[in-house]
């Protein structure tokens, strides 16, 4: 049956598309006034004249910053432990959520294991006792100590535990009619139906790794080994000429820049990793994945 279209649905269609679209503006606009003063002149951002488009468009700001090898170095550390970090993550979320999503009859121990998690979400022994446990074990100061405290993922767990729960309870039947095993079951069935769950935890597993700093300020006793967004910190926090080279090309260069625009080139650079993903995984967030998995 086909809908009439009244003058008050339209008038709402109208508001509701004026409304998200100043909602998503409102969310893109620290983006782009932060990409446009990163490429503008020290005058111009003084002055007040930066706002949606770069304002006497220069590079120096980006020159500075990518000449500098802690910077680089800070990169490739991130980038370390986002690898390691997300592939921990991932591999303990799935391999813990599967066998509580079974009912009692299948894992009765089930509901012990569900609250003993679910404790770790409403107590946490705190910032000391995490730490000399992470000292005690001997990864201070290592990559490890920056992927290891945080290898379960409580809530991903959760997350991934209910969506394990909404699958048809017949695919698992007639896989172990099959002859299917568990491991089986979950790589060949469970897992490539849940393709935008994995997405979405995989995708809060590199948010979350990738901006993390305090922890790298906790467990790394060397700036050398500090993760990026914990290097920005300092630098952004801190930011004087005794962090560049003491050349006079360098200090001239500095000259033309100001605090501010080195700091909203760092600020980007922070952030373009996650922006260059995410487009890609977005697709996963909204896609039916188990219409037509069973037909009656």
């Known amino acids: 049956?086909?809908?009439?279209?009244?003058?008050?649905?339209?008038?709402?269609?109208?508001?509701?598309?004026?409304?998200?679209?100043l909602l998503s503006f409102s969310c893109i606009f620290p983006i782009i006034h932060i990409f446009s003063i990163s490429f503008s002149s020290?005058?111009?951002?003084?002055?007040?004249?930066?706002?949606?488009?770069p304002v006497d468009f220069t590079t120096d700001a980006y020159r500075i910053v990518l000449a500098k090898a802690e910077f680089v170095r800070s990169i490739g550390v991130s980038?370390?432990?986002?690898?390691?970090?997300v592939s921990i993550n991932m591999f303990m979320a799935v391999t813990m959520a599967?066998?509580?999503?079974?009912?009692?009859?299948?894992?009765?121990?089930?509901?012990?294991?569900?609250?003993?998690?679910?404790?770790?979400?409403?107590?946490?022994?705190?910032?000391?006792?995490?730490?000399?446990?992470?000292?005690?074990?001997g990864i201070l100061d290592t990559i490890w100590a920056l992927v290891l405290p945080g290898a379960v993922p409580v809530f991903n767990v959760l997350l991934l535990l209910n969506f394990f729960r909404g699958l048809p309870k017949e695919l698992d039947e007639a896989a172990m009619m099959d002859g299917a095993g568990h491991m089986t079951t979950l790589i060949k069935i469970y897992l490539p139906l849940s393709l935008p769950a994995?997405?979405?935890?995989?995708?809060?597993?590199?948010?979350?790794?990738?901006?993390?700093?305090?922890?790298?300020?906790?467990?790394?006793?060397?700036?050398?080994?500090?993760p990026l967004q914990t290097y920005l910190?300092?630098?952004v926090i801190d930011l004087d000429l005794s962090t560049l080279s003491g050349t006079g090309d360098t200090l001239k260069e500095y000259d033309k820049v100001s605090?501010?625009?080195?700091?909203?080139?760092?600020?980007?650079?922070?952030?373009?990793p996650i922006l260059m993903i995410y487009p890609f995984l977005q697709r996963y967030f909204t896609k039916g994945i188990v219409l037509g998995s069973v037909k009656e």
Not at 204 to 226: E, K, R
């Open 259 to 272: 605090a501010r625009t080195v700091r909203a080139a760092q600020i980007f650079l922070g952030a373009l």
């Open 79 to 85: 980038v370390q432990r986002v690898l390691l970090g």
């Open 233 to 235: 910190r300092t630098i």
């Open 98 to 137: 599967y066998p509580l999503s079974k009912e009692a009859r299948v894992f009765p121990q089930r509901t012990l294991y569900a609250w003993i998690i679910v404790f770790t979400i409403l107590f946490h022994g705190g910032l000391i006792p995490t730490f000399m446990t992470v000292r005690a074990t």
């Open 198 to 226: 994995l997405a979405t935890i995989g995708l809060f597993s590199t948010v979350g790794h990738w901006n993390a700093w305090f922890d790298g300020m906790i467990y790394m006793n060397s700036p050398v080994h500090y």
């Open 1 to 21: 049956m086909i809908k009439d279209v009244t003058l008050s649905s339209r008038l709402f269609s109208i508001c509701n598309y004026l409304f998200l679209t």
């Open 42 to 53: 020290d005058l111009a951002v003084t002055a007040g004249d930066v706002k949606l488009w």
